[in-house]
């Protein structure tokens, strides 16, 4: 049992579609795919005997011939043990290789020490005993884990926390991420002076990505994708070119310059800013479809190099003791460095206890949603309606009627999705799934989709999806009243309705939303984590050209904004905020600037009741969210500003955190190097640390 304490436009259009009409369109959507398809083999066919390059061309010609078994491991080093007949750390890591010298990919010299090298699993044995070596990693892959939220989170032009801070001018936000796409206006540097003059960032200008493109918003822009490369990531271009969207969307959310006018097709239109629109950006692209420690360890690495001040990452992976776990201890070196680091806590919920970066000298964030959902509704056979969500948008005129379309339900697998069985019909997935299912679905003759998201109970509180097809997205407990009727009647039937409208102000907000990772922490329960949560449900923000808005390669569209949920999407809400506090304090350190956002985050949703978790609920009786699953409370950017008092901790309070964990010297060593012994604990337990929350244990 564990007890918590702390201190706490709607669019044009509005359309019902027939069961011929959507039969028609399922046909004609049928043939363009062929012919696309079609026409994509013929060319693909023409020029490949005079452009095609070897698969995984650009891998192959930077690897070094090794044993088919070797990997990536990182080898973290006792710098100061560096014997004197070596004149750089370089030449006594290229030693300790030997003849492996020409595989070792980076080199790691500001947030730890050490380098990365490909070795077989005998060689990295051999390696752990080299006399200054401190251990020895193989390497492991991370996941990645906003016209309206600004302004649910209480920020105003005129007063408050923008002009307070001066919308945090001057300040630069590092982001290791997927890249940067760097044409979109919200990266523009209208009204912004030259980055200062203590900088060390650059642009780099490299095939795929012009240094030209960066600029006064834009400060800086690198890519360490070396490891990715070599196992094979599929990657097209290694630029910081951003080629699948996630990077520019967080990017632009924490920082975005303002643009008058944003939207998905059309639904949540409105003039669009990141939350700390005059702050710098600084692009260090470590991911694709995953983030390979080695890669973003050197990315950490540069940007603490470079100089910024504060690091946002929206990535995570299970809990390790921190010793194992490299994220854990490069952050740890940014904090020494007075570095703010901000991470997501994962989209694993509502389970417990499955959040993730849970270290006490970085700031970790949950997911809540907003009051901006985006309705549509489905009437069953038995006049049932059902209301979800979807990002649809019917591109003809406005139908006349409404037809019931029949129903089948299917597991929305690739293989389960024949003709034979949804020809006509509107499918309804027996699991949660995405917009690219609907391609699935579309290329079957399916006439519709229906997903159901199992971790949220309200409609209001799920993921909008930009269907291809019409579709919705309902809440679980939707879900159960369709599953029912399907069950009850031999022939279910339903029709939908798209009144393509953004709605605000409407739904109770925030609430927990259900995959937001939940604590206790695994590893240290006595720290409170999450410790804050933040907008991160239907947010829109800049995204990639070359990738589409529902990540499926069969989808041909291209957009300039686009919808996304999760962990990654609050993680730079708090970064902006953090860049806010940072402006108006510069002297604060990363844990009080942490302290300034927990002291001050609030437990009541907008209409001054208990914010409430969304997947969980008695009956029709909602629950509130404890501290487990919302931290602190939802960050108030105002309040933040001025908390009155602060909780400060520094790298020593830490050392003895760690040290209270009985940790050995040896491992000690992975976060202090010059570490000889634990000098000291924190009298009492870990509980005592100075952090802005407490956790009481009961066995």
Request: hydrophobic residues 40%.
């Amino acid at each position: 049992e564990l007890l918590k304490l702390y201190k706490i436009h709607h669019s044009q259009c509005n359309h019902n579609l027939t069961h011929t009409q959507l039969l028609t369109m399922a046909s004609m959507i049928s043939i363009l795919l062929r012919c696309s398809l079609l026409l994509l083999l013929l060319v693909q066919s023409t020029h490949s005997s005079v452009t095609q390059k070897p698969k995984n061309a650009i891998a192959e010609e930077h690897k070094q011939p090794h044993p088919s078994t070797s990997h990536t491991y990182i080898v973290l080093a006792n710098h100061l043990a560096k014997p004197s007949k070596f004149d750089t750390l370089e030449r006594w890591y290229a030693s300790m290789a030997g003849k492996n010298s020409n595989r070792i990919r980076y080199t790691y010299g500001t947030v730890m020490h050490g380098f990365a090298a490909r070795l077989t699993d005998g060689e990295a044995q051999r390696m752990a005993t080299v006399p200054g070596v401190s251990s020895v990693y193989k390497d492991r892959v991370y996941h990645t884990q906003t016209t309206r939220s600004p302004w649910f989170m209480g920020l105003h032009d005129d007063f408050g926390a923008w002009p307070d801070a001066e919308f945090g001018d001057g300040v630069i936000i590092g982001f290791v991420d997927t890249g940067i796409w760097p044409e979109r206006a919200s990266f523009n540097d209208a009204g912004l002076s030259p980055v200062r003059s203590t900088w060390r960032g650059k642009c780099v200008d490299v095939p795929g990505f012009n240094a030209s493109l960066c600029n006064n918003k834009l400060v800086g822009a690198k890519s360490f994708v070396t490891v990715e490369l070599e196992a094979g990531g599929l990657l097209t271009d290694p630029s910081p070119r951003d080629i699948a969207g996630h990077g520019t969307h967080v990017a632009s959310t924490a920082a975005g310059s303002e643009v008058p006018s944003a939207d998905l097709f059309q639904f949540a239109g409105g003039r669009a800013s990141g939350v700390a629109r005059m702050a710098r950006i600084a692009m260090y692209r470590a991911c694709n479809r995953g983030c390979f420690t080695s890669d973003v360890v050197a990315a950490i690495d540069a940007a603490v190099t470079d100089g910024v001040d504060l690091l946002s990452m929206s990535i995570a992976y299970p809990v390790e003791p921190f010793y194992n776990d490299l994220l854990s201890v490069a952050t740890f070196g940014a904090e020494r460095r007075g570095v703010f680091v901000v991470l997501a806590g994962g989209n694993k919920g509502p389970t417990a206890p499955t959040v993730s970066n849970v270290a006490p000298w970085v700031t970790t964030v949950g997911a809540a949603t907003t009051d901006r959902v985006f309705p549509a509704t489905l009437t069953l056979g038995n006049g049932v309606v059902l209301t979800g969500q979807s990002l649809y948008n019917i591109p003809f005129s406005q139908s006349q009627g409404a037809g019931m379309i029949p129903l089948v339900r299917t597991s929305c697998g690739e293989y389960d999705l024949t003709p034979d069985k949804v020809m006509g019909k509107v499918v309804v997935c027996s699991q949660d799934a995405g917009a690219s299912a609907g391609f699935d679905v579309e290329r079957a003759g399916g006439a519709g989709i229906i997903s159901v998201d199992n971790t949220e109970r309200f409609w209001d509180t799920v993921m909008a999806q930009p269907f291809p097809l019409p579709g919705l997205l309902l809440s679980s407990a939707g879900g159960k009243k369709l599953a029912d009727y399907m069950s009850s009647v031999a022939y279910p039937v339903a029709s939908f309705n798209f009144t393509c409208d953004t709605v605000t102000g409407e739904n109770r907000a925030p609430m927990v939303a259900g995959f937001s990772s939940r604590g206790p922490n695994p590893i240290v329960p006595e720290i409170l984590k999450p410790d804050v949560i933040a907008p991160g449900v239907n947010i829109l923000a800049a995204w990639s050209g070359a990738a589409s808005p529902s990540h499926s390669e069969m989808d041909p569209r291209r957009v300039e904004y686009n919808i996304l949920s999760g962990t990654s999407m609050a993680c730079p809400h708090v970064a902006g905020v953090a860049a806010l506090i940072k402006k108006r304090h510069g002297d604060w350190t990363p844990a009080m600037i942490r302290s300034a956002l927990m002291t001050t985050a609030g437990p009541l949703d907008k209409d001054g009741r208990d914010i409430v978790d969304s997947s969980s609920a008695i009956g029709a009786v909602v629950m509130g969210a404890t501290p487990l699953a919302a931290g602190a409370g939802l960050v108030l950017p105002r309040l933040a500003m001025d908390p009155g008092l602060v909780y400060d901790a520094g790298t020593q309070d830490y050392v003895d955190f760690l040290c209270t964990l009985n940790y050995t010297v040896e491992q000690m060593r992975m976060f202090v190097p010059e570490l000889s012994k634990c000098a000291r604990t924190i009298p009492g337990g870990v509980a005592n640390l100075n952090y802005p929350s407490f956790v009481v244990v009961f066995d």
